[in-house]
């Protein structure tokens, strides 16, 4: 607490206490790198903080951010979910075929919905019922899935979405355009369920110890099956906005989706060993990806060198994660 | 804050003038703000069975950590062979000559014998430069032989017996050149006549010089075997006297810091309808033919050895594990309970015996912890409603658990405060059978007499309680009747007034090998 700068001397030890309050949430480094690097791109660019510029990276991360605040969660408790990339290639082909043939947004969104359910409750069902650990069964279904896309589309794209499906991706409410505000309500209602919900905090009870979590009497298995539901739901939401702005789908669309969410929620501060994080942590970590590829590109690095520095952030987070609890964590 | 913390040296001067082999002058060891070790002197001699005494959470596994190089000492010195030394891995500590074989033995059991023996040891190697498993093997025979028994050293750790395996750890532990062996808590899981096979062992070390220290619960076996005894109480040094100077009354007092009846709380209780019966009862390899009965307002003790299978009988009641036969009666009426959750539905509420790694929720608050198990009753529409946090408080301040608000992190409370979490937990569900599995172990005193009043005073409302316990003194202070286990069975049952150790210990240790009381210097039994 001696680096904190405070106005007056009898503030610093309350202060103290609300900085050092504040430090142990899980996302405060990710945020506190995150203003940095606004900073810093800000200074060297002069585009970088124009209001246009910051919508625009937080309409690049929407699918990404949609995706990660429900993959937190199966985080949280425990487990993991790697099959989001073919998932959402499915559920963008089966919303994408819909909507070519009826137009218009709800049907293709409930489609979308549908199949991401469907996938979703396919893994949580074999995590739970079948007790596959997770890493596996997700990463077969990520094989299995993208499968199916080739053997429905016959390697053929879905193009000509019809405008009425598109407005998703393509248009705006309250000034705001509909991917960042499709993301941000998410946001909060993901938010109020994980803070005051049962189930958010029965998430945050299995993953931070299940034995005995299940000694209490809670319904793990349940638990954790409706958090992989609960991605296949957001997945399904997060392909309608991908149509929107894509307007086509491919038979690679979503490819490599899925480690981005896996590194968007850990770089936020989620804890990968569970029962521990939050879900601003997993909307940071989107943003932080949004900002460092907006920003690299602002300032002149050349596209090549994107991987390498997503991959540098994410070992720089866990590695801070880990100072970081030591430091303050295990002081009593 | 103790005074006259006599250091262990005060009696030396009557022993033999050997050097200690190694000797700690007021070592003091803090965690944060605990202080586990405060001041405290220990030396072991040549050849001595050095005991070492005193309740859970008394500082005997951290003063010996400190021996062993897992631990440095915060404040006062390590001497080894009379020069003050600085072990910074217990890998030093075991270059000096000092092994240790900590309670949970330290084995790996999916390696054979041979290979436990050689983990982290120089291993022999063919001039190919690939190891030498004959010569491994060889030598782990001849190790192994020099203790006295004969193992398959090719088989795995974990197909053998608790014995075995601490016979593994003890020759592990004396590659090289042992002068000192830290036993911790060696006869937890032994039965009598490897108790004395142990005792055997033990006593042809120290023939051979080597120094012992003995940590142990259980006094009879610590006169039996040892030349001293510490006694260590609240990170305190008490006393060091030969053994022979001390019985065990006196030794209790000493531990305890007081006598025992003010420990415990007991009334009268006048048990009532039966509550939880169980016939028959049987799951393979665990428990068999299990006959219990709890009734309201009754505390039925449960006593037996470690893996005598009463927490398996306790976890199949609350639904954990299926029994294979029998039946389980709540209030009269024949249950089949397939979860913790059916459990809770029928009253029924198991705290189990880890408390940190069962019982809590350690990222979690005190107030998440305590509301855990009702969150699916209070809740409105599938969200915690404010009033969680009355709740929570009601409880804390019922159990009054001291150090911290109810929104405070749980892992920043003493162990005694954690406990009382984890019961404000069950009591919150309103259960009308409680399942206790060892409620008090590894908790400080004050907690323990506490915790104790709780039980007692659930009792007094009218809860059936089964009070699991490996500490006899509890289990025949509190309970109303006694039943003991042995080997999955039920081998004793005795009413409060019948109950006394011999007769439980017998029960539970099928009354023959038992070890020589102390006094009677029979301390090595000859092995046909």
């Not at chain 2, 029928?346 to 509301?371: A, D, H, M, W």
Request: hydrophobic content about 45%.
């Amino acid at each position: 607490m001696s680096e904190v700068q405070t106005p007056t001397p009898a503030q610093s030890g309350a202060n103290g206490t609300v900085l050092s309050r504040w430090l142990v949430r899980p996302e405060a480094p990710a945020l506190v790198f995150l203003a940095v690097l606004l900073v810093a791109f800000s200074l060297s660019s002069d585009e970088f903080l124009s209001g246009s510029n910051l919508e625009s990276i937080l309409v690049s991360v929407a699918v990404l951010g949609t995706i990660a605040l429900a993959v937190n969660q199966v985080i949280l408790c425990g487990e993991i979910d790697i099959s989001t990339g073919s998932m959402m290639g499915l559920c963008a082909v089966a919303a994408g075929a819909v909507a070519t043939s009826t137009g218009g947004l709800i049907l293709p969104l409930l489609t979308g919905v549908a199949v991401g359910a469907l996938a979703g409750a396919a893994n949580g069902l074999l995590v739970t019922l079948g007790r596959i650990p997770s890493i596996i069964v997700t990463l077969g279904m990520l094989y299995a899935l993208r499968g199916v896309i080739l053997l429905v589309t016959g390697g053929t794209w879905i193009t000509g979405i019809p405008d009425g499906t598109r407005v998703l991706g393509t248009g705006s409410v309250l000034g705001i355009e509909y991917p960042v505000f499709v993301l941000l309500i998410l946001f909060v209602v993901m938010e109020m369920v994980s803070r005051h919900s049962t189930w958010g905090r029965n998430v945050f009870a299995v993953g931070g110890n299940r034995r005995a979590s299940r000694l209490a009497g809670l319904p793990i298995d349940r638990v954790r099956f409706l958090s992989f539901v609960l991605v296949g739901v957001f997945v399904g939401i997060a392909s309608i906005i991908y149509l929107g702005r894509a307007g086509s789908v491919q038979t690679n669309t979503g490819t490599g989706l899925e480690l981005q969410v896996v590194a968007a929620v850990v770089i936020g501060g989620t804890s990968i060993s569970g029962g521990r994080g939050s879900t601003l942590a997993a909307l940071t970590g989107a943003v932080l990806i949004g900002v460092i590829l907006n920003g690299l590109i602002l300032v002149g690095v050349p596209g090549i060198w994107q991987d390498a520095v997503l991959g540098a952030l994410i070992l720089l987070a866990v590695t801070t994660d880990v100072l970081r609890r030591r430091l303050l964590g295990d002081k009593s | 804050m103790r005074p006259s913390d006599e250091p262990g040296t005060g009696r030396a001067a009557t022993a033999a003038e050997a050097p200690p082999v190694f000797r700690l002058r007021d070592v003091t060891k803090r965690f944060g703000g605990v202080t586990a070790v405060e001041g405290v002197g220990f030396d072991l001699r040549p050849g001595e069975v050095h005991a070492l005494v005193g309740e859970n959470g008394a500082g005997k596994s951290t003063l010996m950590k400190m021996v062993h190089g897992l631990y440095a000492p915060d404040e006062g010195t390590l001497e080894v062979g009379g020069e003050a030394t600085e072990f910074s891995s217990p890998r030093d500590a075991e270059a000096a000559g000092i092994a240790m074989i900590p309670q949970e033995l330290d084995l790996f059991p999916e390696l054979s014998v041979t290979e436990n023996l050689f983990v982290g040891r120089h291993r022999p190697r063919t001039r190919w430069g690939t190891l030498d498993r004959a010569a491994m093997r060889g030598k782990a025979r001849e190790r192994l032989g020099s203790l006295g028994v004969d193992l398959d050293v090719t088989a795995s750790v974990k197909g053998l017996s608790a014995a075995n395996q601490q016979i593994v750890a003890i020759a592990r532990a004396l590659v090289g050149e042992a002068r000192a062996v830290v036993m911790d808590e060696p006869t937890a899981s032994l039965t009598e006549r490897e108790v004395r096979q142990l005792f055997r062992i033990i006593s042809d070390l120290t023939s051979g010089g080597v120094g012992v220290v003995y940590i142990s619960h259980r006094l009879e076996e610590v006169f039996t075997i040892s030349d001293r005894i510490t006694v260590l109480r609240d990170g305190h040094h008490i006393t060091t006297a030969p053994a022979a100077d001390l019985d065990a009354e006196e030794l209790v007092r000493l531990m305890v810091g007081r006598p025992l009846n003010e420990l415990f709380t007991r009334s009268p209780h006048s048990p009532g309808e039966v509550a939880l019966e169980v016939r028959g009862l049987g799951r393979a390899g665990e428990f068999e033919e299990v006959d219990l009965v709890v009734r309201r307002s009754e505390i039925v003790g449960l006593s037996g050895l470690v893996g005598a299978g009463r927490s398996e009988v306790a976890q199949a009641i609350f639904g954990i594990r299926s029994p294979e036969s029998g039946e389980i009666r709540i209030d009269g009426e024949v249950v089949r309970i397939k979860s913790p959750q059916a459990a809770m539905e029928k009253g029924i509420f198991y705290v189990p015996e880890e408390r940190r790694s069962q019982g809590l929720i350690l990222p979690f608050s005190i107030k998440n912890n305590i509301t855990l198990s009702i969150l699916d009753r209070i809740a409105r529409f599938g969200f915690v409603p404010r009033t969680e946090r009355q709740t929570a408080d009601r409880f804390a301040k019922g159990l009054s658990i001291r150090g911290g608000s109810v929104s405070d992190p749980v892992s920043r409370l003493s162990g005694g405060n954690q406990q009382k979490v984890v019961l404000a937990k069950s009591l919150a569900r309103e259960p009308s059978i409680l399942l206790l599995d060892e409620p008090t172990r590894g908790i400080d005193v004050g907690a323990k007499s506490e915790i104790y009043r709780l039980i007692d005073d659930l009792a007094k409302e009218g809860k059936a309680i089964l009070l699991i316990s490996s500490e006899l003194e509890e289990v025949l202070s509190m309970s109303d009747r006694v039943v003991v286990m042995r080997e999955g069975r039920i081998t004793g049952e005795f009413g409060r007034n019948e109950a006394d150790q011999e007769r439980v210990m017998t029960a539970a240790t099928g009354g023959r090998d038992r070890p020589a009381p102390a006094g009677r210097g029979e301390e090595a039994p000859e092995d046909e």
